[in-house]
Nanobody, 125 residues
Framework: VQLQASGGGTVQTGGTLRLSCVAS????????MAWFRQAPGKARDFLAA????????AYAESVEGRFAISRDDAKNTVYLQTNSLKPEDTAVYYC???????????????????WGQGTLVTVSS
């Protein structure tokens, strides 16, 4: 499975961006897709996830109510709508795919099998 993330850029505080992640290759077994982010010098943190069958979603508390994850099955694409952006949202945003359902929650970074290359989001004050 290959993942291509796009949609990052530079916005002012309060701005919005819509990130996209297109999955290609053997995607028929996808269980869930997720977005994480990593700021310089910090760990890669979970943001949001969505299951491919049923569309169950999960969000980190830090972004719930501001960010929204969605999917387009026909395009094998997952989106992250980011609203009311703050300077602390500045990071490289990564998408990831989990192939199989596991006992671990959707926020568990180690449960994801494939990662995209990341797209940079910069929020200026």
């Amino acid at each position: 499975v290959q993942l291509q993330a796009s949609g990052g850029g530079t916005v002012q505080t309060g701005g919005t961006l819509r990130l996209s992640c297109v999955a290609s290759g053997r995607t028929s077994r996808t269980y869930a897709m997720a977005w994480f982010r990593q700021a310089p010098g910090k760990a890669r943190d979970f943001l949001a996830a969505i299951t491919w069958s049923g569309g169950t979603t999960a969000y980190a508390e830090s972004v719930e109510g501001r960010f929204a994850i969605s999917r387009d099955d026909a395009k094998n694409t997952v989106y992250l709508q980011t609203n009311s952006l703050k300077p602390e949202d500045t990071a490289v945003y990564y998408c990831a795919v989990r192939i199989n359902q596991t006992p671990f929650g959707l926020a568990y970074r180690g449960g994801y099998d494939y990662w995209g290359q990341g797209t940079l989001v910069t929020v200026s004050s």
